[in-house]
Each structure stands twice: as structure tokens, then as C-alpha cells.
């Protein structure tokens, strides 16, 4: 008994260290891309619930509830989770890829992109990258609410700056003006 008692602290330790590591890696990188502090919170977070889950059970295994007592239970809680979440399908990829993007998304806030699209010109300015869209803002002032998913899918360009770098900044400093009203 003391022998798995031991072990689940041990694999709590190994949690703990682990988890302070992704996050000052997960923060360094953020400060590199120049992400937010909400949404790096937001993917610190979500790493750090699916790394204790995966303590949780091997700490369930490692007191004797059995491996087929704990594998039924994770199975059974990823069934309703897949239930629940095929209805919304959607909102499950766009988060999944709003944590890729968050790792591998070539473009910043404030760069000017175009989203190549035949049916629509989505083209402006990165204003927010959130954890389900990304916000761009067009030369006329409208702002475009853009799946994270379908940001994945379809070709993205960098565009040249067309606006000097003062009136990219001012209009970016007009949209969060607005959303603080």
C-alpha cells in the first residue's frame, strides 16, 4: 500500500514540475507571437486539465482500482464527451484548432491577410486571434468573425502593408476603444 501511495505522489510530482514547465513555455512562446494574455491563459489552462486528467487515472491505476475500472470510466466519460460534442462538431475543431494556432500560426496580430475565398473577400488586418476565431478588420472599418477551423483549411496570404504603419495602429486602437464601450 505504501509502495502505491508513493507512486501516486510521485506521479503528482511529476505533474507539478510538468505543468510549470508548459506553462513558462507556453508563456515565452506567447510573448514571441505576441499573443494575448487571455488567450495564452486559455491554452495554458486547457493543457493543464488534459495533463491532469491523464494523472488522475494513472494515479486511479497506480491505488488499485484496476486498469479495466479506470479504463471503463475514461472511455465511458470520452463516449458522452463525443456525444455531446457531435451535435457541435464545429466548436470541438475550431478549438482544436485554435490550440494549433496558437502553436503554428504563421501571422500576427496586426499583420494585413487575405483568406482565400471565391465567394467572399476576406482581406485586413489580424485584430484578435481568440481560441474559436480570429478577428480581421477590412479598410472600411467592418469587422469579419473568422472560423479558426476554416482558417486552417483555406490558404492564408500575407499581404504588404498598404496603410502606413500609424493608421493600421489607429484603427486598431479604435476597435478596442469600441469594445471596451
Known amino acids: 500500500m505504501t509502495n502505491q501511495i508513493l507512486l501516486a505522489c510521485i506521479y503528482l510530482a511529476v505533474f ?36 491532469f486528467f491523464i494523472t488522475l487515472s494513472l494515479m486511479a491505476v497506480s491505488l488499485g482500482l484496476g486498469y479495466q475500472d479506470v479504463s471503463l470510466f475514461v472511455s465511458s466519460a ?19 484548432a485554435g490550440v494549433l494556432i496558437f502553436f503554428v500560426f504563421p501571422y500576427r496580430i496586426g499583420e494585413r491577410i487575405r483568406v482565400v475565398d471565391k465567394d467572399e473577400d476576406i482581406s485586413g488586418v489580424i485584430i484578435e ?19 479558426n477551423n476554416l482558417m486552417l483549411q483555406k490558404a492564408v496570404l500575407k499581404l504588404a502593408d498598404q496603410a502606413p504603419l500609424a493608421e493600421r495602429q489607429a484603427l486598431l486602437d479604435d476597435k478596442k476603444k469600441l469594445d471596451l464601450e
Do not use: C, E
Not at 513555455?25 to 495554458?44: G, N
Not at 486571434?129 to 472560423?147: C, E, K, S
Open 129 to 147: 486571434i481568440a481560441l474559436f476565431h480570429v478577428l480581421i478588420l477590412r479598410d472600411n472599418g467592418d469587422t469579419i468573425t473568422y472560423p
Open 16 to 51: 507539478l514540475f510538468l505543468q510549470r514547465a508548459l506553462t513558462q513555455w507556453v508563456k515565452k512562446l506567447s510573448l514571441m507571437k505576441q499573443v494575448s494574455a487571455a488567450r495564452t491563459s486559455l491554452v495554458t489552462r486547457f493543457i493543464s486539465y488534459v495533463m
Open 78 to 96: 470520452f463516449a458522452v464527451m463525443g456525444v455531446a460534442l457531435v451535435a457541435q462538431w464545429s466548436i470541438l475543431s475550431n478549438l482544436t
